[in-house]
Every structure is written in structure tokens, then in C-alpha cells.
């Protein structure tokens, strides 16, 4: 398992262990690869597809989060060509729901807002589809806004791999899926939540959020999650 | 039957029109006020948390939306049934005041000056702010001199100066910061100063404007105003009165949270604003005004020196009651000496540097009202929630709302004295539009203040033939 490879990322050769994905090994060697669905200390889903990188024998751009390096491998991790993909798949997830940072809680603080102003996204190209989506209060201290959900998935894995309770997941398919907790029960009345809150502090966005903040003041403390991991892990 | 139409041609969201009806002789019979505004909003925020209310309902206008977000705050403390901190109410007065200083320089300066200072009949190309700079160039820099200060002090209270998001249920979430406190308390002076000038100048003009003094909604009416329990003057918290024509007590003391036994709305057919009147006289008898020139109406007294000196002057010239539309301008000026008088007694005591801000709670009252006399007048929130603070229902009462009535009746009065037969001109068109900028609405103001008024009267025959047309460069 711990077999070194060497790897090139953005032509510079990196030391690395096999099955470590690109992502790991461009953070650990502090190269920038935008990532959204990807969040340290759980699983990755390569749900987002903005951590696409060139890799080059590969006619296809592949997710950095969950490719492994192997020998040999070289990686190109900024073009013009993964600029402009970026930026699409940035425009899309505004494109699909009602992401209105100007009456948002975590609006300053968001993780999608965040790198669509480092992607230069001023307007979106695509016609929006204005969902007509519910909003969850029925929780005493937290509220899910599925208007502003991306469905990256960071809170089911938090809910599942962490807590352990499970009580997240991501029902139907296409442009109808939607986050649902305990088999479309409302959150208030979900029996296997335990309240910790860590979906809320995984959550890249304002969807989730604890109650009673106003516009701009939800910050969630996004290493939570990713200690937590590395304490139960013991490194 | 023959129909003028006015379109005012806006950036901003609410558009207004007004349409002048003659009869077979040419008079002019009738004469309407349209808006178009704040659709759906009870709809689109069904089911949004109520704490969200304050940010989204300060979007509705981008001039005051300062007013929004404390009538709404307010209406948000009401659902959390808090006590707010007392410094917290004082910094929100503070910042209130500072957003009626800067709303009525805006209007008064920028956008009201070109005609106040120019003339009604000066030539339209000339009669804006670039006119302003050439003629009157110490009162221009005045005027943004004090809107300056006003937008600073916003700024520096809240850290942003459009949509704040300092202000919050259960208060404000950052105490004064004292440097903040020293340097609003240093550039007061110089403010003060601009409107003691201003009211100065505004006192020998305003008696060149018979005409406009007689017949800008000059007539007897009702005037709604929160006032403190002493019936002294009172911008962010208070209980409502009405005030008759004659200056009688109409109603007294009428705590917001009953705002609905007092206050009827009518739908109109032809307008998507709403028609508020005194519901114990019914509609469309119950017709009364808001803002400025009312709150001075209502109010027994300002309750600071200057502003009670100078409403005293103002009284003696015109009244107990002053019905002339017009006089809304004066009004502003003496209202901007209050907030700023206000705002020094605010700062002067050490009490607001309290760092208890914010009372946090949840849902404890499945209902909230929120009232606060705007810079265009009284404002009111109303949410209904359920258990889990989602909102159920809302409803808002804006000061142009208040006023529509009046306007309306204000633009039947003007037309009848200015338009006259199948011919319109210039003046006539101007006094009209500036008879609803001396109410201040937050529609078509933006426009104006470029000096650009793209206004299209239209006079059409029964068949819908253009009979005649004027539109401004
Ligand atoms: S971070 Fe790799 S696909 Fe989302």
C-alpha cells in the first residue's frame, strides 16, 4: 500500500504514494485544484466536476478528486481550456436553482460564490429554471434551503461517515433530484438525527444553515469535519 | 372622451404613469396615479425563514432601504418577543436618522432642486443638476455635502452603505465602534450648518411659488405619523396618530400592533398599489397623508431646539395645519434638523458604546408588526409565521402607498389649473411630475436625478388617435 510513484503536476515531478488521488497530492504539494464536492476527511463522489484536470495519454479531462496517481502520470491542473470548463460547470450550478447571494445567509462566506468570482463568472450564459423548491424549517435549530443546494452530497457523507447517523441522502434523478432526510421525512421530525450539526458545517453553501442568522452571517467552520477525521484516525 | 397620458419611463423597479382625462369640452375631468410595484412579494417569501425577511425585504427599494430593513427588524423582534438592547435601539434610531438626513437631501437637492432653484418654466435642457452647477453651485455642493455625511455615517455604522446587514432581530450585531462614534460627532456640525443655510435660502425662495403652493394637492386631508407618548415628533418608534384637517386628534396613541382597525386598504382597478384609508371614515372619505410635511402635522411638537424653533416659524407662516403639497419640501429641511439634533443627543450618550446588542431568541409570537416613520413616510411590516418561523403571510404598507390617494387627487387639482384644451405645455407637464416628486415616491426619482425626466405625454382622441404630443428632450 505504501508504494512510491513519481508524478508530474504542471511539470513539476512530485513524490507520491500510490492511491493517493491527484487532489491529495496537489494539495499536499500546494497546488491549487478547485474542488466543491470534495471536502478533506470523507469520501469523494466526483459529484461537481470542478476539479477536472489534463492528463496527458488521456483524451479525456478526469475528476482530480477521485483519480489515483500512478507512475509516470503527468497532470496539467490550469488551462484555458479547464478555465473555461470550470466556468461552465460553475454557470450550471447557479443556472439550476435559485442562488440569490445578495439575500443569502452565508452570502461572504460561500464556497460556490467564492469560485465563481475566482472564475470570473459575472452572468450566467444559461437560462435559469427558477425550480419552484421548498424550504425545510422544520428543525429547531437548523434550516435547509434546497434553493440553495448544490447537491455536492458533503452533508450526506458527513451525516453517514462521521456522525454515523445517516440521516442524509439524494433521491430521484436528474434535474429532480433533491436532498432528502429519513426517507422524506422533515428534518424536525428525522429520528436518527442527532442534531450535531455537522451536515451544516460541511454544507459549501448557505442550503443549510443554523437558524436565526441573518443575511451574511452564517460562517460555518469548515475544518470541523476534516479534524474530526484525522483525530478519530489518529494522525 | 379624451385621455393625456404621462409615462414615466424608469430604470427602477414600480413604474408610474399619469393619465389626465378631458371631457367632449376639452376640460380636464379626471386624473389618475398608476403604479405597478412589489408583486408576488407575499409570495415569493411564503415559507422563507421570517429572519430572512429584513435582507429580502430591503431589496424593494434600493433608495431607502434602510427603512425596510427596520421596519422589518422591528417587525422580526415582535416574532422573537424580545426586549431589544437599549443601545441597540439607540444605534438603530441613529442609523435611521442619518438615513432621513441623507433620503431628504437627496430629494431636496438632487432631485427637486433643478425646479425649486431653476423655475417650473425654465428650459427643460438647462433645468437639472449640470443647470444647478453653472446658477446655484454653493447649494449644489451643499446638497452633496449632506447626503455625504448622511451615506458616511451609514457606512460607518454599518459597514456597508446600500443594504445593511448590521441591523438584525433582536438588535444589531456590532456594538459602536467608539472611533465611528468620534468622527460622526465631528462632522455634525458642519451638517447642521448645511441645513440651517439651506433652510435659510428655502425661507425667501419659497413665497416665489403662489402658484404651486396653491395648487399642489392644497386641500383638506387627513395626516398619519407616529408620535411619542408627549405627542412630540418621533421617526423610529412610536405610537400612530391621525390628525384632521383642522388639526383636531382624530385618533390618538393607536399602538402599531393595531394598525389594522385604523388602516383599510383598497384595491384600485387601474393601479397595483393599494389604497390605504382611515378605516373608521371609510373609502375613499378616510383619504390622509404620510411623510414629511404630515409628521409635522401630526406632531405636537419636535421635541430639540432648532427643529422646534423652526416649526414654530413654519406654523406662524402657514398654520397649524399646512396642506399645500408643496410645503412637503420645507418640511424636509426642518425634519433634517431634527435627525441631526436627534443623532447628536444619540451620540452624546456614553450609554450607546454598550456592547449588549443583540437578544437572540426564536419563535415565540406567531405574529409581528414593525412600524417606523420612513423618510417618505410611516411604514409598516406585518408576518405572520408558523411554529418553525416560516413565514405564512405578509403584508406591507409603503409610505407611496399611504399617499396614493392624495396624489392622485393632488395631479386632478394641478391639471385642472395647468392643462387647458387640447394643447399641453412644457411648464404644465413639469408641474404635474413635479407635483409626485414633492411627495418624494420612490418611483421615478431615479431618473431625475440624471436630469433626464424621458416623460411622454400623450393626448388621444376617442378613437385613439394621437391628437397631440410633447415629449422632454
Ligand atoms: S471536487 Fe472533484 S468532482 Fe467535485
Redo the contacts between chains.
Sequence with gaps: MTEKVKVRIDGEVIAATAGQTILEVARASNTYIPALCYMEGLSAVGACRLCMVEISGVGRLQPACTTPVQEGLAVVTSSPQLQAYRKIALELLFAERNHIC??C?SSGHCELQTLAQDHGVKYVRYPYSFPRL??D??H?RY?LDHNRCILCSRCVRACAEIEGAHVWDVAGRGTQSMLVSEMKRPW?EATSCTSCGKCVQACPTGAMAE???????MTKHRTTVSRLTSMREGS | MTRITIDHVTRIEGHGRITIQLDDMGKVCDARFHVTQIRGFEKFTE???Y??M???TS?ICGICPVSHLLASVKACDEIMAVRVPSAAAKLRELLHCAQIVQSHALSFFHLSAPDLLLGMDADPARRNIAGLLEEHPDALRDGIALRKFGQQTIERLARERV?P?WT??GGV?APLDPQAREKTLAELPAAAAVVQRTLAMWKKTVDGFPNEIDAFSNFPTMYLGLVGPDGALRLYDGNLRFVGSDGAIVADQIRPQDYASYIGEASLPDSYLKAPYYRPAGYPDGIYRVGPLARLNVADRCGTPDADAELAEFRERYGRIVQSGFHYHYARLIEATYALERMQQLLDDPAILDTKVRA?A?VNSSEGIGVIEAPRGTLIHHYRV?D???ITWANLIVATGHNNLAIGRGVLQVAQRFVDGNKIQEGALNRVSALVRAYDPCLSCSTHALGLVPLVLELRGPDGQVLDELATP
Design positions: 445578495a439575500v445567509v421548498p424550504i424549517v422544520s429547531p434550516v424536525g437558524k436565526g442568522w441573518g443575511v451574511e452571517e | 415559507g422563507r425563514p429572519y430572512e429584513p435582507s429580502i431589496r443594504h446587514s438584525v432581530p450585531n437572540h426564536g408558523d418553525n418561523g416560516a
